[in-house]
């Protein structure tokens, strides 16, 4: 049977349909590449080059408002508009969370009844680089008519900001990372800096340390990383103590019926110091070697100079304690030996440390 011919028409192209997507643009050339991070280091470059001018500007004008802000029997209030109005909330957050009660005003709400989060005894820090910021301005003749000093962090002295503010913070006039000159990028990165610097120096003048900012941190890791035995451990009747003359019996009876059961019970003696330590492992193994008298007194088979911690010591510690000694509980003693609590796993658990 004879094979049809060929066609010769050529077939016609294929559009793309509305709405697919276009075809992958073609990789970008090595020269593309390599400038884009040149321009990228650039802009790094830029804000640090803003930051550390910046250093130079620091003198007693920083010192006043250092002054103030730390004899301030009130609260701090940052305000800002935009870019600066988010650097001024970081600034807010970082002094909340280092002791210093502070708040954020937005500007535009202040004027709609926000106002009345401006109290006498509080300092104002307002943020604008350019100094002109209409509603920030807005605002100078009510902080003044409260009786709240004004600390202006700005680009230019001479601002009508800077000439409404108690004490200026002047960073200078800084050249943007932005191929526009326009973007707020290396005049905010200075903002953060200063605001930075301020609240650090506040923080270091000031008896705040770890115990006060675990305080404040209770979440988190960085929470725990701070986090003190006395915080996790079990007591009162969660606490599992037995004298180190009762009988075993008693023993099993206060770790089975003590709230959370923690699996073990603390032998202490009459004053109540730490003698030894009964676990559901040391039970196990008893009855394993045949070993059933259940009236002999628990300090003839309880574990004796257990390892202990105190209520100071940090759970991290206590947990990587745990993890070495391959133990479940470890008692917790005071300053004279009294076995004041119980720290088990499933506290660790609880919170997340294992």
Known sequence: MARAPRSTAKKPKLRALPG?????APARRDDDDEAALTYARGVLEAEARAILGVTDRLGDAFLRALKLVRDCPGQVVVTGMGKAGHIGQKLSSTLASTGIRSVFLHPAEAVHGDLGRVGPGDVILALSNSGSTEELLRLLPLFKRMGTPVVALTGD??????????VVLDIGRIEEACPMGLVPT???????????ALAMTLLRSRPFGRDDYALLHPGGKLGRSVLRVFELMRTGPANPLVLDTARLSLAVVVMTNTPGRPGAACVVDRDGKLEGIFTDGDLRRLVERGHTDFEVPVRQVMGKRPRCITPDTLVLTAAAQMRELKVDQLPVVDVEGRAVGLLDVQDLLAAKFV
């Open 20 to 24: 697919r997507a276009p075809s992958p």
């Open 157 to 166: 002295a001479d601002s009508p900001l800077a000439k409404g503010a108690e």
């Open 186 to 196: 290396a005049s905010t990165a200075a903002l953060h800096a200063v605001g930075d």
